[in-house]
């Protein structure tokens, strides 16, 4: 539960990046600066039970596709077909990872 809460809380705060406009806007900068907090304070939390390098995959496999879904919904921001294949392959070994008995 805390790995989910670092991932949406990471993704609220790197939208807020972008909507704080350089730090320029005092809202959303502020949200920056607390999602990131509660993002890390939840992967410190995470990885008392999940190895690092598990914890860092999911957390930025994960985060990344939704900045990315973020981007193309609030700003209309487009990927290239290289780009959707990379992110697949992403996607693809968040899954793999988690598939494996090893991992954890």
């Known amino acids: 539960m805390s790995l989910l809460v670092a991932i949406l809380a990471e993704v609220v705060?790197?939208?807020a990046?972008?909507?704080?406009?350089g730090f320029t806007r005092p809202w959303p900068a502020l949200l920056v600066v607390v999602g990131y907090g509660v993002?890390?304070?939840s992967l410190s939390l995470t990885?008392?039970?999940?190895?690092l390098g598990l914890v860092y995959a999911?957390?930025?496999?994960?985060g990344l596709l939704l900045?990315?879904?973020?981007?193309?919904l609030l700003w209309?921001?487009?990927?290239?077909?290289?780009?959707?294949?990379?992110?697949?392959l992403i996607v693809a070994g968040v899954i793999v990872i988690n598939l494996s008995g090893q991992a954890h």
């Open 39 to 41: 993002s890390f304070y």
């Open 58 to 62: 999911i957390w930025s496999g994960l």
């Open 76 to 88: 209309g921001q487009r990927l290239d077909p290289p780009a959707l294949v990379g992110m697949g």
């Open 13 to 15: 705060a790197t939208t």
């Open 67 to 72: 900045i990315t879904l973020a981007g193309w």
């Open 47 to 51: 990885m008392r039970s999940i190895p």
């Open 17 to 21: 990046l972008k909507a704080s406009e």
